[in-house]
């Protein structure tokens, strides 16, 4: 699938903005700070409902503005798909396909798919728990959009769990145990959603698992074996050892997860929190069997996240239950400056054969030759041809 034609209004710095684009390599090139990030960032947007920059809607939204549209023609197959989205901070997104508002906002995904590598992909590598769990999820809702209710309903139930805890633990100093009868129905609830939620990325890890190897082998240029494994934590952070066989097994999960909330019960109450499922899950990143993170070099760490986002880029390529044409936009945000020139040249020429790539870059020569291909000048705001 390609972008074939965006269009923002009061998206980020843009009032107003419309450009047309062609399969294959897109350069945006110019300075820091003219809003190249915005455009891209605007069409995985459309793609995920998440930013690489900001957790919330309140900043996509131009200052002074109430709400945003981003609009984008997508061509797959034969045959091109109209997405409309309405951003308004804080508040409902509203969406239109093919110019027909949609009841569920949400049945706008999956209708355009996008890789998207940026800078901040190394916090995938060095940084905390919750960026890994992200990854997995947004990929899981890229592949089957009914993910997203089972993400949105999981954190639902975590987030009222989480209050009945802190309830019950009021109710326990009075004497009463009223609340942690309810608590129990919030633990079954829990644990229903939460081993949906762990099964499923395990076998996406699975799936991902072959492609990360061969993804980093080739950006490395064959340096070590990267594995990839899912982490049940239970508690505060300790590790439990659970064959990948059990995990993949929603049933066998929820088992586990209400065996374990029994078990923790007390400390749950004490502390107010959910101390066990998806949430505090995390996936464990080694380098010839040692933690990427705390050992890997910056240049392996790079390579590792790089992997990931190609992994995912096969497998939403190759693994999609869409009917035609489920490759997806690949989109390079500012990564070539990150990279030393080997790993540029490798990834450049991984990335190329894309049906749809779309880069940023500060000046054209940060962008490599194997990426040859149409470039937009983008200036204080406006898009042009570029030389
Ligand atoms: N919500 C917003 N309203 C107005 N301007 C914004 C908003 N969000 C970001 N900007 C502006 O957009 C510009 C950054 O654009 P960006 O696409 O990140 O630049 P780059 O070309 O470096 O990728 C900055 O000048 C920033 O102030
Ligand atoms: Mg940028």
Not at 112 to 138: M, N, Y
Not at 153 to 179: F, H, I, W
Not at 186 to 215: C, F, N, S, Y
Not at 367 to 376: C, D, I, K, Y
């Amino acid at each position: 699938m390609y972008v074939s034609d965006l269009a923002l209004t009061d998206f980020r710095s843009y009032q107003h903005v419309v450009l047309s684009l062609e399969p294959g390599i897109t350069a945006f090139v110019g300075q820091n700070g003219q809003g190249k990030t915005n455009l891209v960032e605007a069409i995985a947007y459309l793609a995920t409902f998440s930013s690489h920059r900001v957790a919330g809607d309140a900043a996509l939204v131009r200052a002074g503005a109430e709400r945003a549209f981003v609009q984008a023609k997508v061509v797959r197959g034969d045959r091109p798909v109209l997405l409309e989205l309405e951003i308004v901070a804080g508040r409902a997104n509203r969406a239109r396909l093919n110019r027909s508002p949609l009841t569920r906002t949400r049945d706008l995904l999956g209708h355009l798919r996008t890789v998207l590598f940026a800078p901040e992909d190394l916090a995938l590598v060095k940084g905390d728990p919750d960026g890994r769990r992200r990854f997995l999820d947004d990929l899981l809702t890229l592949l089957g959009p009914r993910m997203a209710g089972v993400r949105s309903d999981y954190e639902r139930v975590v987030k009222q769990r989480n209050a009945l805890l802190k309830t019950a633990a009021s109710a326990r100093r009075a004497g009463s145990d009223g609340d942690i009868r309810t608590l129990d129905v919030w633990d079954a609830k829990a644990a229903a959603i939460g081993a949906e939620l762990v099964a499923a990325r395990v076998r996406l890890l699975r799936m991902l698992r072959p492609h990360v190897q061969t993804a980093y082998e080739q950006v490395s240029g064959g340096q070590g074996t990267a594995e990839v494994a899912y982490r049940v934590r239970v508690g505060s952070g300790d590790a439990e050892e659970v064959e990948e066989d059990e995990l993949v097994d929603a049933a066998a999960v929820e088992t586990r997860l209400l065996e374990a909330m029994r078990r923790l019960r007390s400390r749950e109450i004490e502390r107010g929190v959910s101390l066990v499922g998806p949430h505090r899950d995390d996936v464990d990143l080694t380098l010839g069997g040692l933690p990427a993170k705390g050992y890997a070099s910056h240049g392996e760490s790079w390579s590792f996240a790089l992997a990931l986002r190609l992994a995912s880029y096969e497998v939403l390529r190759t693994e999609h239950d869409l009917d035609v044409d489920g490759e997806p936009v690949l989109i390079l945000d500012d990564v070539f400056a990150e990279l030393d020139a080997r790993r540029r040249e490798r990834l450049a020429a991984l990335v190329a054969p894309a049906q749809q790539v779309l880069i940023t870059a500060a000046v054209a020569e940060d962008v490599p030759a194997a990426l040859t291909g149409a470039r937009l000048d983008v200036v204080n705001g406006t898009v042009g041809r570029g030389a």
